[in-house]
């Protein structure tokens, strides 16, 4: 299977404007739902190509999701500073954002950015301010863009009622019989609820501006040079309205601690305070001048509340049987809910001193 994907990904990597000639095509990264491959460019004066199957049972709008990555990119690009590059969309022969294969599969592609590296777990204090510093320069560089000129791509993407609501479901259902299992974090999700609640009250309130945020900014989703300084946002699928608690918080989630996000071993799941400090140094010294109070007051929930949504999706895609994430063994999403619902626990232990460095 894998043999004849990767076939596939050079018949239709033929379709785009490509420069050079393709060395070799391989299967690259760790994300949870696209299918990436990096295509080698044998002419070394030519760039290297990422090229993406886009999973289209969760993004079925895939015009409107590309219309929004190149709207971003063009407009990071026109302003950015010296330190910051954008993704660069490689168009198809006919001048089109992405392509659609016999089989329904949609494409697209990205130069690969060669000597930029992606951490799925960050090492150093200053890699972590710097990738703070890059998704508030995210932020606050898209800020002069109003978020109703971006198409809504998954909507209540990071709404947590509507996330328990969907766990709620998930047990009553229990289709495959994994509801005693998983018993005792569904008692800790319900318990949480309320308190996961308030960025999303409030927001309905109209009491927190909606920006345009990434929705997806976990630590491997920015690139950083050699020398550890932060150059591109990437994975720009989930661009679209928000609350800036999303991003702060998924940040937080992805860089406080060193755990993997599906640690098997709770006792290893332990936040660092020095690591939040660093991040929301970094995030702060970018978007500290065009936050609100309010904003500014709500963040140290943030981690938290990213930690848990992580958590109960997980805790429902276990529930449902595994349809969304991909998984690597049978337990994969019960171990990653167990994961991410502790890091939450751990988290609100600490609120006190998360509120002092903010
Ligand atoms: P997913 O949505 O599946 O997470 P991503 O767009 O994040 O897919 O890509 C998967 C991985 O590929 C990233 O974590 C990163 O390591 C790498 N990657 C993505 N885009 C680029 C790029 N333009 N240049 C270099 N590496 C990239
Ligand atoms: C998915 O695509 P990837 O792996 O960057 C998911 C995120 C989760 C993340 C957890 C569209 O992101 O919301 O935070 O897994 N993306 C989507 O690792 O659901
Ligand atoms: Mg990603």
């Not at 993406?52 to 015009?63: K, S």
């Not at 606050?140 to 479901?169: E, K, Y």
């Not at 969304?324 to 337990?331: C, F, G, L, N, S």
Request: glycine share 6%; proline share 3%.
């Amino acid at each position: 299977m894998q043999g004849d994907t990767t076939v596939q990904a050079e018949h239709l990597a033929h379709q785009f404007q490509l420069e050079g000639s393709i060395e070799s095509i391989t299967v690259f990264g760790t994300g949870h739902i696209n299918d990436t491959f990096r295509i080698k460019n044998s002419d070394t004066t030519a760039p290297d190509y990422l090229l993406q199957r886009i999973n289209h049972l969760v993004f079925p709008d895939v015009g409107p999701m590309m219309e929004n990555i190149a709207k971003v990119t063009e407009h990071l690009k026109a302003k950015s500073s010296s330190q910051y590059t954008s993704l660069t969309i490689i168009p198809t022969r006919e001048g089109r954002l992405f392509c659609k294969d016999e089989h329904g599969n949609y494409w697209r592609i990205f130069i690969f950015m060669k000597d930029l590296i992606s951490y799925d777990i960050v090492e150093t204090t200053e890699q972590i301010y710097e990738g703070g510093k890059a998704f508030g320069a995210f932020l606050r560089d898209l800020s002069d863009i109003s978020a109703a000129d971006l198409f809504t791509t998954l909507s209540r993407f990071h709404d947590v009622p509507w996330r328990v609501g969907n766990l709620r479901q998930a047990v009553k259902r229990n289709v495959k019989n994994r509801e005693e299992a998983s018993r005792k974090l569904i008692r800790f999700a319900f318990d949480q609820a309320e308190r996961m609640s308030q960025v999303q009250k409030l927001g309905d309130q109209g009491r927190l501006p909606l920006r345009v945020t990434h929705n997806d900014t976990k630590f491997n989703n920015v690139l950083l040079d050699r020398n550890g300084k932060g150059r591109c946002v990437i994975d720009l699928d989930t661009v679209m309205p928000g609350y800036v608690h999303f991003d702060f918080g998924d940040g937080v989630r992805t860089s406080v601690s060193t755990a993997a996000e599906d640690e098997k071993d709770i006792d290893k799941i332990q936040i660092d305070l020095k690591r939040f400090e660093a991040y929301s140094n970094g995030y702060l010294e970018a978007t500290r001048n065009i936050l609100t109070p309010l904003e500014l007051e709500l963040l140290p929930l943030a981690g938290a509340m990213l930690a848990y949504i992580m958590g109960i999706r997980f805790l429902t895609d276990f529930l449902m049987g595994d349809v969304y994430y991909k998984i690597h063994h049978p337990e994969q999403n019960l171990q990653r809910a167990r994961a991410q619902l502790t890091l939450c626990d751990r988290i609100l232990e600490r609120m006190d001193d998360l509120k002092a460095i903010i």
